[in-house]
T-cell receptor
Framework: EAGVAQSPRYKIIEKRQSVAFWCNPI?????LYWYQQILGQGPKLLIQ????????DSQLPKDRFSAERLKGVDSTLKIQPAKLEDSAVYLC????????????????FGSGTRLTVV | LAKTTQPISMDSYEGQEVNITCSHN???????ITWYQQFPSQGPRFIIQ???TKVTNEVASLFIPADRKSSTLSLPRVSLSDTAVYYC???????????FGKGTTLSVSS
């Protein structure tokens, strides 16, 4: 089966500019996650969707970050305006079942988008 | 979610067995233990998951003592391609999102 697709692969922007990342999960996966991974650290959860509804966005800096998952399939993560500390890899993951399912069931990550803010 | 502690880094040579131990003193009754592997420029990849005793698959073995306060990921006969970051996570079947620590950077040399 096809994996989790993300684009773009790399992005360089100046601070205060805006940027958007796109994720296409594995077909049929109900749950979608966005993670931020700063160099040398483990991935940090930003937001979790179940179908097109938000399950957890407690770690999302809502003053500058936004995410949506229209129609419960593809998702877009946006940063506006970007700051230098937003430089990181943004990972998208999806899983077959929702928050009440078996831990780790069918959890697959994409290769990520590397964002550099200068 | 229970907090995990694992070594920051480990070094090994090709052909050796590598054991990475993870401490999770506050693991809950319903928590499972899961290990992920991450190569540079890629997302984390599931390696193995267990609840108690021993689990083995084609990639690794996972040893979990009776008190479940720690676990050990065992990689048999590592190769250069096993150089990666390895993450230990614990969580329950309620299915909250995976919470990652800093992981263990394994460097395999020839």
């Amino acid at each position: 089966e096809a994996g989790v697709a993300q684009s773009p692969r790399y992005k360089i922007i100046e601070k205060r500019q805006s940027v958007a990342f796109w994720c296409n999960p594995i077909s049929g996966h109900a749950t979608l996650y966005w993670y931020q991974q700063i160099l040398g650290q483990g991935p940090k959860l930003l937001i979790q969707f179940q179908n097109n509804g938000v399950v957890d966005d407690s770690q999302l800096p809502k003053d500058r970050f936004s995410a949506e998952r229209l129609k419960g399939v593809d998702s877009t993560l946006k940063i506006q305006p970007a700051k230098l500390e937003d430089s990181a890899v943004y990972l998208c993951a999806s899983s077959l079942k929702g928050p009440r399912a078996l831990f780790n069931y069918g959890y697959t990550f994409g290769s990520g988008t590397r964002l550099t803010v200068v | 979610l229970a907090k995990t502690t694992q070594p920051i880094s480990m070094d090994s040579y090709e052909g050796q067995e590598v054991n990475i131990t993870c401490s999770h003193n506050n693991i809950a009754t319903n928590d499972y233990i899961t290990w992920y592997q991450q190569f540079p420029s890629q997302g984390p990849r599931f390696i193995i998951q267990g609840y108690k005793t021993k689990v083995t698959n084609e990639v690794a073995s996972l040893f979990i003592p009776a008190d479940r306060k720690s676990s050990t990921l065992s990689l048999p006969r590592v190769s250069l391609s096993d150089t990666a970051v390895y993450y230990c996570l614990v969580g329950d079947q309620a299915g909250t999102a995976l919470i990652f620590g800093k992981g263990t950077t394994l460097s395999v040399s020839s």
